[in-house]
Each structure stands twice: as structure tokens, then as C-alpha cells.
């Protein structure tokens, strides 16, 4: 069964990125692809054994979080061996301007350089999707009201499927 890898540096289990991740693992499983949650702390190996990878993370300074920097630099080992592997990101940030976009773009050019295929949304969040949490006691979440995390993890299971045939 074709499986698809969701790595993101977990905040808990009631960070908005957390419940990302559990939003887009439903959608893998929508299409009946295998999928795997797991936090930064994945090796590279773990990586090339999935067919599909959707990295997360908060945005730091309109890029990626220093744990997952580091997941991405330990992937120099397995350089090569992510061709044609489909990728797709998603991230969270405090404020509208707060780097989502960046973050997003800075992972497609991870993927890019490993030779996956990234999958993007032409009806919606196009580098992928995103949640922002303002700072505050009462500063209350955007959701992603239009389920768009949930169905990036269909489309890039949708994907994943079409390659392995």
C-alpha cells in the first residue's frame, strides 16, 4: 500500500498545526493511502521508505522552524533518493504577513532540489495551506474553514496513487 509520510514540528495536540496534521492525514486516508504522522524527529531513511511527503511547520521569521531546518539538513544523506516522490507543506503563522507564504516556499525549493514533484492548489492556498494564530490571550485561530488542509492530503494522495501505477 502506497504511503505518504506527514513530518511537522509538533506545537501539541491543540496547536493549529498540529490539528493541520490531523486534517490532511484524513484526507490521505480519503483516498485509501496509507498515512503516517510523525514529528521531527524522523530519520532520513524513514523518508525514502514513504511515497509521499507533506512536511509542516510554524513560521520563524518567514522561514521554517530551526527543529525542521534540521530534519531538512539531515537529508544531505539521502540526496538522490526522493526523485520523483511527491511533496506538499503546510505551516501556521501569527499574523497575515507573518511569512506563510516564505515558509511554504522555502520547503518547495527542499523538494525541488530532491527532484520530487511538488504538488500544488490551483483552487485555493497554492503553495499549500495555512492557519494563523494571532498572539494574545484572546487572539482566536483563522480556521481553515474551507478544508483546505484535508484536501491537500487527498490531492497529494491522489497523486501518489497515479505514480505508483
Same mark, same amino acid.
Given at each position: 500500500? &502506497?504511503k505518504?509520510?506527514?513530518?511537522?514540528?509538533?506545537?501539541?495536540?491543540?496547536?493549529?498545526?498540529?490539528?493541520?496534521?490531523?486534517?490532511? &492525514?484524513?484526507?490521505?486516508?480519503?483516498?485509501?493511502?496509507?498515512?503516517?504522522?510523525?514529528?521531527s524527529?524522523?530519520? @532520513?531513511?524513514?523518508?525514502?521508505?514513504?511515497?509521499?511527503?507533506?512536511?509542516?511547520? @510554524?513560521?520563524?521569521?518567514?522561514?521554517v522552524?530551526?527543529?525542521?531546518?534540521?530534519?531538512?539538513?539531515?537529508?544531505?544523506?539521502?540526496?538522490?533518493?526522493?526523485?520523483?516522490?511527491?511533496? &506538499? &507543506?503546510?505551516?501556521?503563522?501569527?499574523?497575515?504577513?507573518?511569512?506563510?507564504?516564505?515558509?511554504?516556499?522555502?520547503?518547495?525549493?527542499?523538494?525541488?532540489?530532491?527532484?520530487?514533484?511538488?504538488?500544488?492548489?490551483?483552487?485555493?492556498?497554492?503553495?499549500?495551506?495555512?492557519?494563523?494564530?494571532?498572539?494574545? @490571550?484572546?487572539?482566536?485561530?483563522?480556521?481553515?474553514?474551507?478544508?483546505?488542509?484535508?484536501?491537500?492530503?487527498?490531492?497529494?494522495?491522489?497523486?501518489?496513487?497515479?505514480?505508483?501505477?
Amino acid at each position: 500500500m &502506497a504511503k505518504v509520510l506527514i513530518v511537522y514540528d509538533s506545537r501539541g495536540p491543540m496547536s493549529p498545526l498540529d490539528q493541520m496534521a490531523d486534517q490532511i &492525514a484524513e484526507g490521505v486516508r480519503d483516498e485509501g493511502v496509507q498515512a503516517e504522522l510523525r514529528t521531527s524527529d524522523v530519520s @532520513p531513511d524513514e523518508v525514502v521508505r514513504a511515497d509521499g511527503l507533506i512536511l509542516g511547520s @510554524p513560521s520563524h521569521y518567514g522561514s521554517v522552524s530551526a527543529k525542521t531546518k534540521a530534519l531538512l539538513d539531515r537529508t544531505y544523506e539521502i540526496h538522490g533518493r526522493l526523485e520523483g516522490k511527491v511533496g &506538499a &507543506a503546510f505551516t501556521t503563522s501569527r499574523h497575515i504577513g507573518g511569512g506563510n507564504e516564505t515558509t511554504l516556499l522555502d520547503f518547495h525549493k527542499f523538494f525541488l532540489i530532491h527532484g520530487m514533484i511538488v504538488q500544488g492548489d490551483p483552487k485555493g492556498d497554492h503553495y499549500g495551506p495555512f492557519v494563523i494564530k494571532p498572539s494574545g @490571550p484572546d487572539g482566536e485561530a483563522i480556521v481553515d474553514d474551507e478544508g483546505q488542509a484535508r484536501r491537500l492530503g487527498q490531492r497529494v494522495a491522489r497523486l501518489v496513487k497515479r505514480l505508483a501505477t
